[in-house]
């Protein structure tokens, strides 16, 4: 059997401003130059760092780590049933009467890559897989590496620089197209749905001359990941839309990688402002989320498309087109195993055990959206630990995405 062609990537750094107070933010942007012949998917991949007062930066082992990962990992997820077969299908299943039936980033990379992001899975016997090519942007926060400004005091800031990079990676999709390609003719400017104009897609380069921004794909998923800081940022920003010029669109299939969740000190990394901050967190990851220009109408039309991947299934449950997995160490000085799992009950509806036993388990919930996973002999950093850090993500991925 012949084996599948793996993208290779272009890296380069890029500057962006902030979507709300124009904070140039330094990017590491790394773009798949090759395609597979095979259905593929692209996705877009933000990762985020830790806390940069205490050193955070995107020249961090996990963040490094994760990049390779993404850049360089074959990841396969069963092809998804676009919104228009959905509606088709739904005007199908209606009687007469329409009654329904029953290292450092910072560096060119010319290594094989590939990429990732979750879906909700057709659900058709022999389903086809489709390859996942990745843009992922590895970005620094205000006020860390070469980015302009300096930390805010209660995180909200650097959830505007979080938002700005998920709303550059999707100025590539255009109003009303199902795919577009890398060397494909000037993309449409349109908002973006979230607040921000996708428009804005000036890009300047280390001397803050503005130069031409690149050509991205259209992508239709999402990987939204952070570590410790950078995750409890990650958790709070709503799944992007399917068409980021129509607030009234569904949101696109999405993944939470959060890695060393600082749940038991979000206190110290907001200043006191967490509740706000959990608020949102709880909103999306029990599948209540919106992004701030969405409607009833984004609700009402959510709420069909899922009704209608279940209908005619019988008993198979369905998967939510947002799913979360965190990983943490068993021996994390900031938040204990004990403390994630009692936050994850309360903000993610799951149920931890009475009694652990051992320190290394895993914990999902029934319908596979949140998977949890403890890691023996792991501290928050991650020290020398990054290699197993990126097999427990692969295994996950293989487990959970197979066709």
């Known amino acids: 059997m012949a084996s599948i062609p793996i993208p290779r990537r272009y890296r380069t750094v890029v500057y962006i401003p902030s979507r ?24 877009g991949v933000v990762i985020a760092h830790p806390y940069g007062p205490l050193g955070g930066s995107n020249n961090n082992n996990v963040v490094g780590a994760m990049l390779q990962w993404f850049e360089t990992s074959s990841l396969s997820a069963p092809i998804t049933l676009s919104t228009s077969s959905r509606k088709s299908k739904k005007a199908t299943k209606r009687t007469s009467t329409g009654a329904r039936k029953g290292s450092s980033p910072h560096q060119d990379a010319g290594s094989p890559a590939s990429a990732s992001s979750p879906t ?12 996942l090519a990745c843009v992922i942007c590895a970005f620094n926060f205000r006020g860390c590496g070469k980015s302009k400004g300096k930390t805010s005091w209660f995180g909200e800031a650097e959830r505007e620089d979080y938002q700005t990079i998920v709303d550059f990676l999707q100025s590539g999709s255009r109003t009303g197209s199902s795919a577009s390609h890398l060397n494909s003719p000037t993309t ?20 803050g ?7 991205l794909p259209f992508l239709s998923r999402f990987i939204l990941s952070g570590f410790s800081y950078g995750g409890m940022i990650a958790s709070t ?39 706000g901050f959990y608020k949102r967190a709880k909103a999306i990851l029990q599948g209540e989320q919106h992004s701030p220009g969405d409607t ?55 149920s931890p055990p009475n009694k652990m036993t051992g320190s290394s388990f895993a914990l999902t919930r029934p319908d596979g959206a949140i998977h949890v996973d403890v890691v023996e002999d792991v501290d928050h950093f991650w020290l020398d ?17 197979s066709s």
């Open 296 to 350: 009833a109408a984004a609700t009402k039309d959510d709420a069909e498309t899922t009704a209608e991947t279940d209908a005619g299934t019988g008993s198979e449950s369905k998967k939510s087109t947002v799913e979360a997995y965190f990983i943490t160490g068993a021996h994390d000085q900031f938040t204990s195993p004990k403390t994630l799992l009692n936050w994850l009950k309360t903000n993610a509806g799951l």
């Open 237 to 275: 920003i709503p799944p992007p839309l399917r068409n980021p010029a129509d607030p009234t669109s569904a949101h696109l299939p999405t993944t939470y990688i959060l890695i060393s969740y600082p749940a038991g000190v979000a206190w110290f990394l907001t200043s006191g402002a967490q509740a």
């Open 188 to 207: 449409e400017r349109h908002d973006s749905g979230t607040g921000s104009p996708a428009s804005n897609r000036a890009v300047f380069d280390e001397t």
């Open 209 to 215: 001359t503005e130069i031409d921004p690149p050509r």
């Open 385 to 401: 630990r990054e290699q197993e850090l990126v097999d427990r993500l692969q295994a996950w991925w293989s487990d959970t995405h």
């Open 120 to 131: 909700t899975p057709a659900k058709s016997a022999g389903a086809q897989a489709e390859s």
């Open 20 to 43: 709300t107070d124009g904070t140039m933010l330094e990017v590491c942007l790394s773009i798949p130059t090759t395609v597979s012949s095979q259905p593929q998917a692209y996705t």
